[in-house]
């Protein structure tokens, strides 16, 4: 099943999708030098996974590796992911 969420803040090297249908975000971080934009729509595979995976920006229209450092996180505990 393809998830597809909408990138809503970005701090350094960490970006926070907010996933509607999770109703929480998922936040990664971009092991390329590919651009990313608040608003972008992004898109991958495996919405439980953590670790390294690939995902794609409807927006854009690349495909890259990000490392996914945590899925279903609450907007209250989104500040600690993003380390503000």
């Known amino acids: 099943m393809l998830t597809i969420g909408v990138?809503?803040?970005i701090n350094q090297d960490r970006i926070a999708i907010w996933v509607e249908e999770q109703s929480a975000y998922t936040v990664i971080a971009l092991q390329?030098?590919?651009q990313i934009e608040q608003g972008d729509v992004m898109?991958?595979?495996d919405r439980s996974s953590t670790g390294s995976c690939n995902y794609w920006n409807a927006t854009k229209g690349w495909n890259a590796e990000v490392s996914v450092?945590?899925?279903d996180v609450a907007i209250d505990l989104l500040g600690q992911h993003l380390n503000w």
Do not use: F, L, N, Y
Request: aromatic fraction near 8%; include cysteine; charged fraction near 25%.
């Open 7 to 9: 990138v809503e803040r």
């Open 69 to 71: 450092q945590a899925q």
């Open 32 to 34: 390329s030098t590919a």
């Open 43 to 45: 898109c991958w595979r």
